[in-house]
């Protein structure tokens, strides 16, 4: 069965650091990478989409992929505590190609 | 507002209550999906409707009834559930029937069965 891993956290870091979200998947196959933010009771918000291999940066958020060891990673510069929240990594099935999620990471940046 | 709207935002119903979850994108999508976010489990996939022909039904039991009378609008019928059925039920919708763009989510419907 197609997976993406995640751990689930909470992800403790202080105000102004830098934090790190990882992820892995299973199906070699999967190309198109993503990760949503989402807020608690809300619903999940694309932040950021990978498609090759290295780094991909947007504002203070920066992608990693890494196809070869099947990992994903989301690095957020200057962490404030808006960005607490729960972040999705999602991949697409290969074959199958449909969005498949991992359980998210809850991130809590401390003031 | 992301362009994806759910109503209701809350429900609660009885295990042999009727009601129907409505979805509709002012995206211009060609694709929407159903989606099953329970605590602590990743997102499920239910459905999946391109250009309102349903394309996926991920063995989801037949007390949950989708339709997609058009691209922009996706209804999912419920009736005779069961407790463990509550759950936050997301609408999605993207460019097309795939995963190479991502999807964008409504804001999702409460359930909860009593």
């Known amino acids: 069965q197609k997976e993406v891993e995640q751990n689930s956290g909470p992800l403790s870091v202080p105000e102004g650091a830098i934090a790190s979200l990882n992820c892995t998947y299973s199906?070699?196959?999967?190309?198109?990478f993503f990760w949503y933010r989402q807020y608690s009771g809300k619903s999940p918000e694309l932040i950021m989409s990978?498609?090759?291999?290295g780094d991909k940066e947007d504002g203070r958020f920066t992608a990693q992929l890494n196809k070869a060891s099947q990992y994903v990673s989301l690095l957020i510069r200057d962490s404030q505590p808006s960005d607490s929240a729960t972040y999705l990594c999602?991949?697409?099935?290969?074959?199958?190609?449909?969005?498949?999620f991992g359980t998210g990471t809850l991130l809590a940046v401390q003031p | 507002e992301t362009g994806v709207t759910q109503t209701p935002r809350h429900l609660v119903m009885g295990m042999t209550n009727k009601k129907s979850l409505k979805c509709e994108q002012h995206l211009g999508h060609n694709a929407m999906y159903w989606y099953k976010q329970s605590a602590k489990k990743p997102l499920e996939l239910m459905f999946v409707?391109?250009?309102?022909?349903?394309?996926e039904n991920n063995s989801v039991p037949s007390r949950f009834s989708p339709e997609c009378p058009n691209s922009s609008h996706l209804f999912l019928h419920l009736h005779t559930l069961q407790p463990e059925d509550s759950a936050l039920y997301l609408c999605?919708?993207?460019?097309?029937?795939?995963?190479?763009?991502?999807?964008?989510f409504g804001s999702g419907t409460r359930l909860t069965v009593v």
């Open positions: 199906d070699r196959g999967s190309q198109s």
């Open positions: 999602a991949a697409d099935g290969g074959a199958t190609n449909k969005l498949i």
């Open positions: 990978i498609y090759s291999n």
């Open positions: 999605a919708s993207s460019q097309e029937d795939g995963a190479n763009y991502g999807y964008t």
């Open positions: 409707y391109n250009f309102k022909e349903q394309t």
